[in-house]
């Protein structure tokens, strides 16, 4: 079992900053992809960003250019620096994992940190 806790969330004003953390503890594979998702109230979670372990990366089109997604894998931590934030990032972020166990997948969740984006 993974246990996944995100830190960080938040009410800021447009325009403004945030860097969300997500500890992981547990059975970790040495072999995982971690990301950030979110989802807004009425809509489905969609895909944030996502970091393998070696250090590729995936943005979605919307956060381009003012999200940073890194991870310290010696502390097992992910963090999403979030800049120039506007009012439609408002959402719950959610950390996710992914790993291998044998041939299987397996996907991680955290309970969620609330981002809220004042105009």
């Known amino acids: 079992q993974v246990q996944l806790v995100e830190s960080g969330g938040g009410l800021v004003q447009a325009g403004g900053s945030l860097r969300l953390s997500c500890a992981a503890s547990g059975s970790i594979s040495r072999i995982n992809t971690m990301g950030w998702y979110r989802q807004a109230p009425g809509k489905q979670r969609e895909l944030v960003a996502t970091?393998?372990?070696?250090?590729?990366?995936t943005y979605a089109d919307s956060v381009k250019g003012r999200f940073t997604i890194s991870r310290d894998n010696s502390k097992n931590t992910l963090y999403l620096q979030m800049n120039s934030l506007k009012p439609e990032d408002t959402a719950d972020y959610y950390c996710?994992?992914?790993?291998?166990?044998?041939?299987?997948?397996?996907?991680?969740w955290g309970q969620g940190t609330q981002v809220t984006v004042s105009s």
């Open positions: 996710h994992l992914g790993q291998f166990t044998g041939l299987r997948l397996f996907d991680f």
């Open positions: 970091m393998t372990k070696n250090g590729t990366t």
